[in-house]
């Protein structure tokens, strides 16, 4: 990810680069220290933010210590910054001005986000299409069950003119099966025990039990759980349920487990037909994004970059102002 954002950065000639939801900076600290960029991350996170820190000292300290030397130039600057569905260009430019103590109007700087969550991606490729001050952005999207679709605050998919004028519609359903990870999928049904993926059929069961408590915990973010040899499924909900507080009477789990041992291998089946049209349907959200920064002429692709059995949400998008005299 760092190698493509230097790439946009000799391609614009722009070296400032803002990482957004940088979590505790792990790709800032590459952009900064190997790359030579300068960097500031704009992270909703303070705790985050603190560590972030904490880890750039310890690197520093690191190479003193042992006589290495870095092309960091300048401290990477970490600012405590949610961006929102109204944060507009000239907000942005007053933060980004401020973080790169820089009074120039004409100030250029590179996007950069490592898995943005629903909406924060479509936000970020919203603001690079309407700032001209943005010379690249780089994002590998994620969380598509996140994105708000008919919403009157803020639309995250469509976003294409084209889609837009298609009408095209995705819901939560098709947007959380796009979040999953069909190479890994595949492999654990060619091994001969597959017992471990009871888990979907543990969570549905779960789901059908915490609908039944309150509605509004529908499609809760449960804790994760990997699957153990012979798990029950009220060990399952015990761990899942850890950091939320929700009891769940004992007579309805069993009813509940009941259902799951004799419907789990049904789920597997009906999950995996689903995980069939889970890469169409990021195809769709990746293939809008594109045509809504090809609608505003810039350079842009997808480029698959990670290995998808360790990172599936593997694409980056990326797009580069760069117009016809410059290139
Ligand atoms: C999935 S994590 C990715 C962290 C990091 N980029 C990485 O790949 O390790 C998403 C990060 O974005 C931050 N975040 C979420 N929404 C945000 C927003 N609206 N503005 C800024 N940061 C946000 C979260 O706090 C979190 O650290």
């Known amino acids: 990810m760092s190698k493509i954002c230097y790439q946009s950065a000799l391609k614009t000639n722009c070296f400032n680069i803002v990482d957004v ?9 590459m952009l900064a220290y190997q790359y030579g960029f300068l960097v500031s991350t704009l992270e909703a996170n303070e705790q985050l933010n603190q560590m972030a820190y904490k880890l750039d000292m310890e690197l520093e300290n690191k190479l003193l ?37 820089s009074d120039n109007g004409q100030f250029k700087f590179g996007i950069v986000g490592l898995h943005p969550c629903g909406n924060l991606g479509s936000m970020l490729l919203k603001l690079y299409n309407n ?32 889609c837009l004028k298609k009408q095209f519609k995705l819901d939560y359903l098709s947007c959380e099966t796009a979040c999953h990870a069909i ?51 009220e060990e399952y909900c015990d761990r899942a349920l850890k950091k939320m507080n929700v009891q769940i009477p004992k007579s309805k789990m ?13 789920v597997v089946k009906f999950y995996s037909a689903r995980l069939f049209l889970a890469p169409l349907v990021e195809s769709i959200i990746l293939y809008d994004r594109l045509l809504y920064l090809a609608e505003s002429n810039s350079h842009c692709n997808i480029v698959p970059v990670f290995d998808c059995k360790i990172s599936p949400r593997n694409h980056v998008l990326r797009a580069e102002k760069i117009f016809a005299k410059e290139y």
Request: aromatic share 10%; with cysteine.
């Open 131 to 162: 700032c001209s001050n943005i010379s690249f952005i780089n994002i590998v999207s994620c969380c598509y069950m996140k994105l708000s679709f008919e919403s009157n605050l803020f639309t995250g998919y469509p976003l294409s003119h084209v």
């Open 254 to 266: 069993k009813d509940v487990e009941k259902m799951v041992e004799a419907s789990w291998e049904k």
């Open 183 to 233: 190479e890994n999928y595949v492999s654990k049904l060619k091994t001969e025990n597959h017992h471990h993926l009871k888990i979907h059929a543990f969570r549905a069961g779960l789901e059908t039990i915490l609908v039944n408590i309150n509605l509004d915990l529908k499609h809760s973010a449960v804790g994760n759980v990997k699957y153990e040899e012979n798990m029950t499924f």
């Open 65 to 101: 210590r042992k006589g290495i030397s870095h092309s960091n130039p300048k401290r990477i600057l970490h600012f405590n910054y949610r961006v929102d569905e109204s944060t507009t260009s000239s907000q942005i430019m007053s933060i980004i001005k401020e973080a790169f103590q």
């Open 21 to 29: 939801g940088a979590g505790v900076g792990h790709l800032s600290r």
